[in-house]
T-cell receptor
Framework: GAVVSQHPSWVICKSGTSVKIECRSL??????MFWYRQFPKQSLMLMAT?????????EQGVEKDKFLINHASLTLSTLTVTSAHPEDSSFYIC???????????????FGPGTRLLVL | GQNIDQPTEMTATEGAIVQINCTYQ??????LFWYQQHAGEAPTFLSY??LDGLEEKGRFSSFLSRSKGYSYLLLKELQMKDSASYLC??????????WGAGTKLIIKP
């Protein structure tokens, strides 16, 4: 149990284009999903927290108009990097947490990550 | 403020035992997590402690002392594949994870 998928695993795009990354919880319902970014040899950095059906909460310094997050269902959240630039190149990882009161209410399970390279 | 401290890097020998320590200070406490992250991959869940004591899971064990704000991850019978970063994270009163910077564990033959 507790499988989270991410698609795509690799993206190479031109500067100025938009990229959408999908995160799905495959075998559980996730009321909360998290989006992280990790640069090489650095710690995980939380970008935003999204709850199903409501607006995402962004961490300080993360532009909400640039990183659009949608959490339309209990199993799917998407992150869209709009007008991507080379400095947005990074490893983007989502995680999902189960329903409050359920057996997986605390633990975050991570997707495999998406490598974004903006040329 | 909220803070998680763990060593930056540790080295151990194949077959040996290693203990990775973590101290935490968070606004409220709803549990302590350990994750393993191999280079270039996403973290994978190892353990969750919310009560004091030792939780054993195969070769890996995790310990928590809430009064001391302290946890450790114990890895026994080390294998080369255990070379990875080990991330300590404390869950605060808002159920948000506060992450440590990770401990890079190097296993030598």
């Amino acid at each position: 149990g507790a499988v989270v998928s991410q698609h795509p695993s690799w993206v190479i795009c031109k500067s100025g284009t938009s990229v959408k990354i999908e995160c799905r919880s495959l075998d559980f319902q996730a009321t909360t999903m998290f989006w992280y970014r990790q640069f090489p040899k650095q710690s995980l950095m939380l970008m935003a927290t999204s709850n199903e059906g409501s607006k995402a909460t962004y961490e300080q310094g993360v532009e909400k108009d640039k990183f659009l997050i949608n959490h339309a269902s209990l199993t799917l959240s998407t992150l869209t990097v709009t007008s991507a630039h080379p400095e947005d190149s990074s490893f983007y990882i989502c995680s999902a947490r189960g329903l409050q009161g359920g057996p997986m209410q605390e633990t975050q399970y991570f997707g495999p990550g998406t490598r974004l390279l903006v040329l | 403020g909220q803070n998680i401290d763990q060593p930056t890097e540790m080295t151990a020998t194949e077959g040996a035992i290693v203990q990775i320590n973590c101290t935490y200070q968070t606004s409220g406490f709803n549990g302590l997590f350990w994750y393993q992250q191999h280079a270039g991959e996403a973290p994978t869940f190892l353990s969750y402690n919310v009560l004091d004591g030792l939780e054993e899971k195969g070769r890996f064990s995790s310990f928590l002392s809430r009064s001391k704000g302290y946890s450790y991850l114990l890895l026994k019978e080390l294998q080369m594949k255990d070379s990875a970063s080990y991330l300590c994270a404390s869950m605060d009163s808002n159920y948000q994870l506060i992450w440590g910077a990770g401990t890079k564990l190097i296993i030598k033959p």
